[in-house]
């Protein structure tokens, strides 16, 4: 199946079968730990081996920890978020992720280069030592793509983020991406923002992006989703607390954006 194949034709109805069905699977995976929903503490379950399977990579500022929740901001939405969103991307493309285990990483470690793909959650309140920023820095120079999300003014805020992402990237421009770049056509069509879900931070989502040498022509090498959090809908997709239509326009989006990060 191509990118631009079967898979843009699915309707609503039928992402909306998917979103369901990943409900059902993880109700008894995920539902009993669920960061926020289910208990104050979550328990970090061990990283697997790389064997070469695509594997969520989510990235940690601070130190490891045997339990996170809603007071640490970079757990957010773990690891409901990414266990429901890796059960979409399995259903949709080829990739055969593992579906109920996903790994966690600081920014320095020497096994985050195995995993293409990496996601942090509420960057506005990133901090980052030197060993991090030289480590990243030679991730994203070396073909990796991150994607930032859940961060608005009422938490964290631009400044603290830029301040971060400056230190592993001095020179670092963030260009305001417009519906018509590639990334929002890596698989499902996504022609306006308008239909972007705003989960519960005012005014409208914006979506930003840094080039490889600040070259647009060039490859993307992170995603920034300021004022939204699009992960907010993965987690809470089994529980009929949003439209369905919302939920499904956030997985389309992520789709889209793995499928960009393994492909450029």
């Known amino acids: 199946m191509t990118p631009g194949g079967t898979a843009r034709r699915l309707t609503a109805t039928t992402l909306l079968l998917l979103v369901v069905g990943a409900a059902g699977a993880f109700a008894q995976v995920g539902g009993f730990f669920g960061g926020g929903r289910f208990g104050r503490y979550v328990p970090v379950q061990p990283n697997i081996d790389y064997d070469g399977r695509f594997t969520f990579a989510r990235l940690r500022y601070g130190p490891e920890l045997p339990y996170v929740g809603q007071q640490v901001p970079w757990s957010h939405d773990y690891p409901l978020g990414e266990q429901h969103f890796m059960k979409i991307l399995d259903e949709l493309t080829y990739l055969r992720p593992h579906v109920t285990e996903s790994n966690i990483f600081g920014l320095d470690a020497p096994e985050l280069f195995k995993y293409p793909v990496a996601y942090m959650a509420e960057p506005g309140f990133w901090e980052i030592t030197d060993a991090e920023a030289a480590n990243f820095r030679a991730y994203l120079q070396k073909g990796g793509f991150v994607i930032f999300d859940d961060f608005a003014e009422i938490r964290g805020g631009w400044l603290p983020f830029e301040y971060a992402f400056r230190q592993i990237m001095p020179e670092a ?89 393994m492909t450029h």
């Open 173 to 261: 421009q963030f260009v305001d991406l417009e519906p018509t770049h590639p990334i929002f056509h890596s698989f499902f069509e996504i022609d306006s923002f308008d239909i972007v879900p705003q989960a519960y931070d005012e005014g409208r989502p914006s979506f930003r992006g840094v080039f490889e040498n600040n070259d647009p022509s060039k490859r993307l090498i992170a995603m920034i989703n300021y004022n939204t959090d699009i992960s907010e809908y993965w987690e809470f997709s089994d529980t009929g607390l949003r439209p369905i239509e919302e939920s499904n326009e956030a997985y389309k989006i992520g789709v889209n954006y793995i499928i960009y990060g």
